[in-house]
């Protein structure tokens, strides 16, 4: 890696740190609140959302392409219900559901089996 590619990774770390901050002071994730506030182009707004919503539980990208600002407690129950929903997608696909394995899945997934 280049010198020039050393300075503009960490360039974009920074951006991306105050974009998390500023989503975070604000408890709201949207395009225009991102560029607006750090002054960016819309593109590099949506690129920051977007990175947002892959490697944290405090933005969600919903299908119509706006960003959710969800929170750290609700973001990480959406997380724990999506695995666990993928394990009972992928048990019907076998055409056997095994109440055990999907108590031991909900378990894995911070899910409480008995509540």
Do not use: K
Not at 38 to 62: C, I, N
């Amino acid at each position: 890696m280049t010198a020039p590619d050393i300075a503009m990774a960490a360039l974009a770390d920074r951006q991306y740190a105050r974009a998390l901050d500023l989503v975070q002071r604000f408890r709201a994730a949207s395009v225009a609140l991102v560029q607006r506030y750090l002054d960016v182009d819309p593109l590099v707004a949506e690129a920051l959302l977007m990175r947002m919503s892959q490697e944290t539980t405090l933005v969600r990208r919903m299908p119509d392409g706006l960003y959710l600002f969800v929170g750290e407690i609700i973001g990480q129950e959406l997380q724990a219900l999506h695995g666990f929903a993928r394990e009972v997608l992928a048990a019907l696909r076998t055409d056997y559901i095994d109440v055990e394995q999907l108590r031991a899945a909900a378990a894995r997934h911070g899910l409480d089996p008995t509540a």
